[in-house]
């Protein structure tokens, strides 16, 4: 089943990605490389429960996979799980992929395990690697609910890779891990994320001059969601600004009853979820990211790619990105004093925030989509060759 190297590496490769089809950052990355690998002449095929959201336009070498769970009257819960891993064996056979990439590892890798098994019982080998992006190693997959399947799962996977350098030393701490874990960042395509002139749209939300803060999130607990509002409200008092939270999630209700309370509501725009971030990250002086805990922090380089500082928090990935005093500021998780002090500083000395958006598009430009995707690319034939090598050991 393996093709010879040089045929994949002439012909293209034929790549399965399994990812979360929503808002989320890893749903979001995964489409991405996605698009960008069939751009460079891959094939690939999304397996899904929903066409991936940034997957808009028609593309010749994209695929899509739509999976169904079956309803039956006995299952509570459709199983999503079976009805994933029964498709793979489909789409693999069919369309003969060289190889399987899963986003998230909750529940994708221990489908790909299952998948990887089943195929095997028919002869063939399929190389799989799963990419960790955050809550799979902390929130969520070091719960002892998903725990042991996340451990068994990643040592079970061809090729793991983190997005930062943090999470992976962080999945090495959480788990017993027996497998070495490449590194490879997150990144960001400069033909759609860049700073375009939208003045326009800049004078209908800010009509008197005044500066434009923004949020990006899912609006969860880890996001510190509270922490913008009531950064924005000391900020408000010094600076003629207004705030844009963008995106929709649990916490979203109790922070705009908060901008009530706080009499605020007329300088914060709750916009709920949006397809063109970028247009407003155009328009925006600083992003706010107070997070608990951010593997990465996708939303911040999104919003650098635009020229646009970010002040945040110092949690988990986000001093990957962020350099302090450069492209913005950093503190301490919690320190919404100081996070505030830091906005006001900036955006009081237009000479200054000038040079941090300079900085801050410069530092984007190491996370180029043309400098990330070659590495995925190489992973892919390294775990190729290696998979090709460890069967024919068993072969002989
Ligand atoms: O936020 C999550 O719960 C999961 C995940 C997602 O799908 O949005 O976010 C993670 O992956 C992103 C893409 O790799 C990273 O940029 C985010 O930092 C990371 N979120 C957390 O670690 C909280």
Redesign the pocket.
Known sequence: MLKPLEIIINQGMKIGIVC?PTF??????ATELGIGLADKGHDVHFITYKRPVRLTTFHANVFFHEVTAMEYPLFEYAPYETALASKLVDVVKFEKLDILHVH?AIPHAIVAFVTKQILKSQGLNLPIITTL???DI??VGNDSSFAPVVEFSINQSDGVTA?SDQLKEETLATFKINKDIRVIH?FIDFSRFRKTNKDHFRKAIAPDGEKILVHTS?F?K?KRVEDVIRIFEIVSKKVNSKLLMIGDGPERKSMEDLCRKLNICDEVRFLGKQEAVEEILAISDLFILP?E??????AALEAMACEVPVISSNA??IPEVNIDGVTGYMCEVGDVDGMAKRCIELLEDEISLAVFRKNAFTQAKRFDIHEILPQYENYYLEIIEKTKQHSNQYLT
């Not at 805990?293 to 996708?298: D, T, V, Y």
Request: aromatic share 12%; glycine share 26%; no cysteine.
């Open positions: 979360y989320g950052g890893s749903g979001v990355v998230y992006h955050g809550t902390t929130l997005v997150n899912n969860r880890v997070s805990n951010e593997s990465f922090g996708l988990g990935g």
